[in-house]
């Protein structure tokens, strides 16, 4: 596991690389067949040339051809959605709930921010219990008003003030469990919700470190749809911990 200080220089990379949240600048639904893409087409974006080119999806995946050249796939990528590179702009086929929509980053652009944390509080480093649980499929609410089925399969559980807590992670990301989640810092941190991943699963415990407690994509853009915390995992009390809002 990265030190802290690390991990959140690699968050930082992250954010102000080409392919990061802050460099997107569209999100369009399509439906399946060919569409025209450019700033003057059926499949408008904000800039670039009137016709960027064309996109044909499939149920099977998409291409994209420029005008007068051949057809190029979209790639599929680890811990994302397909890719493909038409300058001066990233493409991905962003699926949420089975349907599809263009996700647009401008490469040009060259993002910087500043994140901002509560001081490092070791308290909130958890050795929390770690339960198996029969999988169950659930349905989550997205910030955009939509919803999104998941499976459920484990409980994280631990102490706090004399009462027992439980988390419930509805994801997974890079093998680790995604806990989506809110607490009363709400408004110092992104009010909608903040993402944990657990750490070193084992022996029936797991690690949660509130430190490395993050801001979802969409604290960072309108073109992202983030998952809203399931029920049980908004919490009345206060945790200092982790980043602050952008």
């Not at 690390?6 to 968050?11: F, I, S």
């Not at 702009?89 to 994140?115: C, K």
Request: charge should be negative; hydrophobic fraction near 40%.
């Amino acid at each position: 596991m990265l030190s802290l200080t690390d991990h959140r220089a690699a968050l930082l990379v992250a954010l102000t690389a080409p392919d990061s949240w802050l460099n997107l600048v569209a999100r369009i639904e399509l439906s399946p067949g060919r569409h025209d893409v450019g700033a003057a087409q059926e499949v408008q974006l904000p800039s670039g040339p009137d016709l960027l080119g064309t996109l044909d999806l499939t149920a099977t995946g998409a291409t994209f051809a420029r005008p007068g050249e051949a057809p190029q796939p979209f790639l599929p990528v680890p811990d994302a959605f397909p890719q493909l590179r038409v300058d001066p702009f990233l493409l991905e086929i962003h699926t949420v709930d089975g349907i599809p929509a263009l996700r647009v980053r401008d490469l040009t652009q060259q993002p910087t921010i500043d994140l901002r944390h509560f001081p490092d509080a070791p308290g909130w480093v958890i050795r929390a219990k770690w339960e198996s649980l029969a999988p169950e499929a659930a349905e989550i609410k997205m910030k955009d008003g939509s919803t999104a089925a998941v499976t459920v399969t484990h409980r994280a559980t631990f102490q706090h003030q004399g009462k027992t807590i439980s988390l419930t992670p509805t994801h997974m990301k890079s093998g680790k469990p995604m806990f989506v989640f809110r607490d009363a810092t709400a408004g110092e941190t992104y009010p909608a919700c903040r993402f944990l991943f657990g750490e070193d699963p084992s022996d029936g415990e797991i690690t949660l470190d509130f430190n490395r407690a993050i801001s979802p994509p969409c604290a960072f853009t309108d073109f992202a749809i983030c998952p809203l915390p399931p029920p049980g995992n908004i919490l009345p009390f206060r945790i200092e911990a982790g980043e602050l809002a952008p």
